[in-house]
Nanobody, 123 residues
């Protein structure tokens, strides 16, 4: 099983970044997917999630309206489009997989995790 996140980097405040998560080794289309982030000294935070079909999404309050989660089951790919970035969005971003929508916001319920990609927003 592998989840490989990429696309992070340094971006200016107000800019945009698109993160990509490549999935392999499991039945991607059976799993709900989530994005989380963790800044230094802070707890891991739910960013957004998408159900296994791609038809339902949910977001954390701090990113709602600015970030968009999507997936392509044919490509085993998960995306996070991040717009209007703020310095407080600076963190390591992780993709993760789980089954069952009910606890989509809870990191401890996820079965598979990627290694994370750093996003740094400069002011």
């Amino acid at each position: 099983v592998q989840l490989q996140a990429s696309g992070g980097g340094l971006v200016q405040e107000g800019g945009s970044v698109r993160l990509f998560c490549a999935a392999s080794g499991f039945a991607f289309s059976d799993y709900d997917m989530g994005w989380f982030r963790q800044a230094p000294g802070k707890e891991r935070e739910f960013v957004g999630g998408v159900d296994n079909t791609g038809g339902v999404t949910v977001y954390g309050s701090s990113v709602r309206g600015r970030f968009t989660v999507s997936r392509d089951n044919a490509e085993n790919a998960l995306y996070l489009q991040m717009n209007s970035l703020k310095p407080e969005d600076t963190a390591v971003y992780y993709c993760a997989a789980r089954m069952g929508w009910r606890y989509i916001r809870q990191s401890r319920t996820y079965k598979y995790w990627g290694q994370g990609t750093q996003v740094t927003v400069s002011s």
